[in-house]
């Protein structure tokens, strides 16, 4: 549909959830969650969001979130993917007796590149010295701190940007003032990232808020050394035996962190060895299942009653 059309999609929901009749509809995301979601309850069917986070930003966005959150008090479970984000949206008016907390997991199993097979796809010199930072090149993801970091680093370190979005004018235009451009290469969107981090020798997160970052998990499961922002979901993540923490919006302190990884570099590999255990014990996909599966359980009890005229 059209991406304005609202009210057609909402009916079209609605009507999909008459004809069928889910035992459950389940929305991620401020679009569906107000427009799928509600249309799903109004047809009587008990519905569920996964909430990721809020990414700030414009007047417009911030207008959407603000609906998103009314429109969670009519959910019948909203599950937030970290403890931090679950305190966000009770304090937005979600009951706490609807509230799940289910972090992302991972599939420890999943096949992943070789640091040389991972080096030889972005084309990465093998002896090179390389950060690597993967997301959505928005403001809320923090691109232009590690930019304002490369720039008290070593001059010998590169960085490799995987995403797209945006900022990424205003970042480019950003590493051209401060001197840094050449040291860093965009990669644009690149398939399956996810098998790419082995490339790095330290993955930098350095957003301003986050949830559960899937970006997170990966990096842990390649074995990469971590210097990550302490906001959202991530300290329940990785905590200083797994990753150096460091204050959001800091480039000082990040580019210190980023300096620790050479010049204690087995230092850097215990806390990624730690990080890829602690990931396999606690983040694997097989009890997130089984989370979901007890959620949805529990929601076939709350079917709603429908008219006469609505009833199969």
Same mark, same amino acid.
């Given at each position: 549909?059209?991406?304005?059309?609202?009210?057609?999609?909402?009916?079209?929901?609605?009507?999909?959830?008459?004809?069928?009749?889910? /035992?459950?509809?389940?929305?991620?995301?401020?679009? %569906?969650?107000?427009?799928?979601?509600?249309?799903?309850?109004?047809?009587?069917?008990?519905?569920?969001?996964?909430?990721?986070?809020?990414?700030?930003?414009?007047?417009?966005?911030?207008?959407?979130?603000?609906?998103?959150?009314?429109? *969670? &008090?009519? @959910? /019948?479970?909203?599950?937030?993917?970290?403890?931090?984000?679950?305190?966000?949206?009770?304090?937005? +008016?979600?009951?706490?007796?609807?509230?799940?907390?289910?972090?992302?997991? @991972?599939?420890?199993?999943?096949?992943?590149?070789? $640091?040389?097979?991972?080096?030889?796809?972005? +084309?990465?010199?093998?002896?090179?010295?390389?950060?690597?930072?993967?997301? &959505?090149?928005?403001?809320?993801?923090?691109?232009?701190?590690?930019?304002?970091?490369?720039?008290?680093?070593?001059?010998?370190?590169?960085?490799?940007?995987?995403?797209?979005?945006?900022?990424?004018?205003?970042?480019?235009?950003?590493?051209?003032?401060?001197?840094?451009?050449? !040291?860093?290469?965009?990669?644009?969107?690149?398939?399956?990232?996810?098998?790419? *981090?082995?490339?790095?020798?330290? @993955?930098?997160?350095?957003? !301003?808020?986050?949830?559960?970052?899937?970006?997170?998990?990966?990096?842990?499961?390649?074995?990469?050394?971590?210097?990550?922002?302490?906001?959202?979901?991530?300290? /329940?993540?990785?905590?200083?035996?797994?990753?150096?923490?460091?204050?959001?919006?800091?480039? !000082?302190?990040?580019?210190?962190?980023?300096?620790?990884?050479? %010049?204690?570099? $087995?230092?850097?590999?215990? &806390?990624?060895?730690?990080?890829?255990?602690?990931?396999?014990?606690?983040? /694997?996909?097989?009890?997130?299942?089984?989370?979901?599966?007890?959620?949805?359980?529990?929601?076939?009890?709350?079917?709603?009653?429908?008219?006469?005229? *609505?009833?199969?």
């Amino acid at each position: 549909m059209n991406s304005r059309a609202y009210i057609a999609e909402w009916r079209a929901i609605r009507a999909l959830c008459l004809a069928e009749r889910p /035992d459950i509809v389940h929305t991620h995301g401020y679009r %569906s969650d107000v427009i799928g979601g509600l249309a799903a309850r109004r047809s009587g069917v008990p519905i569920v969001t996964t909430v990721h986070g809020f990414t700030g930003g414009g007047a417009k966005n911030k207008l959407y979130e603000r609906v998103q959150r009314l429109a *969670f &008090r009519r @959910f /019948d479970a909203v599950v937030a993917v970290s403890r931090p984000l679950a305190e966000e949206l009770e304090r937005a +008016g979600v009951p706490p007796a609807r509230m799940h907390v289910v972090p992302n997991a @991972f599939d420890c199993a999943a096949p992943r590149l070789s $640091r040389a097979e991972a080096r030889a796809r972005l +084309g990465i010199a093998a002896e090179a010295r390389v950060i690597g930072w993967v997301g &959505r090149l928005s403001d809320e993801k923090g691109a232009d701190v590690l930019i304002d970091a490369l720039a008290r680093v070593d001059p010998g370190v590169r960085v490799s940007i995987i995403g797209s979005g945006r900022s990424r004018a205003a970042l480019e235009a950003r590493a051209a003032r401060l001197g840094v451009a050449a !040291r860093i290469t965009w990669h644009g969107t690149v398939h399956e990232a996810g098998q790419l *981090f082995a490339a790095f020798d330290l @993955f930098v997160l350095s957003s !301003r808020t986050e949830g559960t970052p899937m970006v997170l998990l990966e990096a842990m499961a390649a074995g990469t050394p971590i210097v990550a922002t302490s906001v959202g979901g991530v300290p /329940d993540v990785v905590g200083p035996g797994e990753a150096r923490l460091v204050p959001p919006d800091d480039p !000082r302190a990040l580019a210190a962190a980023i300096q620790e990884r050479w %010049s204690d570099p $087995r230092a850097a590999a215990e &806390r990624a060895a730690a990080a890829a255990a602690r990931l396999a014990r606690e983040y /694997d996909i097989a009890p997130w299942l089984t989370r979901y599966e007890q959620l949805y359980h529990g929601m076939r009890a709350v079917r709603r009653d429908l008219p006469p005229r *609505f009833r199969t």
